[in-house]
């Protein structure tokens, strides 16, 4: 049986403008925030501390956090390594997202480390941050398929995620990062997921550049899934994945899931809404079904 009401982690203003070349004016990023929050979103990455000689367009994470933090939602920053965690340990975050790709060679591309190598240096920080009473987030990229190395082994997936687990993450968001898992294979990988991590949160992140991204989070629903990350106007794609398109659209999702009578909490009407703030900073179109039908 399906859920009744499924979690929302807005990706947008983190994966959503990641890939975006032209700078958004941080003015315009914190109106998005703030216009995603009174759409109903209680959990949202926010911005990322990463290095912004290679992702320029965060370089503004620390003005975006100090301005955005309410106190009634999960508010979500990422972090690759210690010098990004000590930018957010001199913010009032409260929750962190680390990212690692079972596979080797993105994670090299993505993070300048190998998987092994980066988990070798997050384990010890998620185990500080949870002593500090941190949320932490574990996000798995390259779960199904790698653009490197093609078909990921989901032994694999379910190892890397055990280490995070070990650590004391409580969250695992796996990640369909190119957008080439096809819906059997979202089934199957969820289920495995929610049978060995039956206490942990598990959170689906697709990519759709095939426009699977639907079909594969009805697949990570009927597998138990009940936590989904999307990104309003569907924006996004990590830019160290050659062909990555944007997330699934936060509004075609919304859509679908009260269409079914599931409850998302969130208002369609202010999601377009904030849409319509980032539209003219994008190079890229909106795609999504929902945007063009209600803008
Ligand atoms: P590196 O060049 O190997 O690191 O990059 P380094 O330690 O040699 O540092 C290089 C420079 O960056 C130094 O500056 C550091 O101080 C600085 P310099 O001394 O030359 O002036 N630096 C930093 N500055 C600010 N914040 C930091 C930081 N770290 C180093 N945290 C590094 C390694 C990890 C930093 C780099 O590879 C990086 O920033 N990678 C992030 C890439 C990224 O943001 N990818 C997208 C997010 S993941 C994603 O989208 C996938 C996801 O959506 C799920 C999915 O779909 O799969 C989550
Ligand atoms: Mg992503």
Redesign the pocket.
């Known amino acids: 049986t399906l859920p009744k009401e499924v979690t929302i982690i807005e990706?947008g203003p983190r994966?959503g403008l990641?890939n975006e070349k032209n700078f958004v004016p941080t003015d315009i990023k914190k109106q998005f925030i703030q216009k995603l929050k009174s759409a109903g979103v209680k959990e949202m990455e926010l911005t990322?501390?990463?290095?912004?000689?290679?992702?320029p367009q965060?370089s503004d994470a620390a003005e975006i956090v100090a301005d955005t933090l309410t106190s009634h939602t999960r508010d979500i920053v990422?972090?690759?390594?210690r010098?990004?965690i000590d930018?957010v340990y001199a913010t009032d975050c409260q929750a962190v997202a680390t990212?690692v790709g079972v596979s080797q060679t993105f994670n090299k591309k993505?993070?300048?480390k190998t998987t092994d190598e980066s988990v070798a240096e997050i384990v010890p920080i998620i185990k500080e941050l949870k002593t500090k009473g941190y949320f932490v987030r574990a996000?798995i990229?390259?779960a199904f398929y790698c653009p490197y190395e093609g078909k990921v082994d989901v032994n694999d997936t379910v190892k890397l995620c055990q280490a995070f687990v070990n650590a004391g993450a409580d969250e695992l968001s796996v990640?369909d990062?190119i957008g080439m898992a096809a819906p059997h294979e979202s089934f199957d990988v969820f289920k495995k997921l929610k049978d060995a991590f039956p206490t942990t949160l598990i959170t689906a992140?697709f990519?759709d550049t095939r426009k699977l991204a639907l079909p594969n989070i009805l697949a990570a629903l009927q597998a138990g899934v009940d936590r989904f990350d999307t990104s309003a106007g569907g924006l996004g794609g990590?830019?160290?994945?050659p062909g990555?398109a944007g997330n699934a659209a936060t509004e075609d999702v919304v859509y679908m899931l009260e269409r079914m009578g599931i409850s998302t909490n969130i208002d369609l009407q202010k999601l377009v809404e904030a849409i319509h703030l980032v539209k003219p900073h994008m190079t890229r179109t909106i795609e999504s079904s929902y945007f063009q039908l209600n803008a």
């Open positions: 990706v994966d990641q990322s501390f990463v290095s912004p000689k290679w992702v965060m990422l972090a690759p390594n010098k990004g930018r990212f993505n993070i300048n996000c990229s390259t990640a990062t992140h990519h990590c830019p160290f994945a990555a």
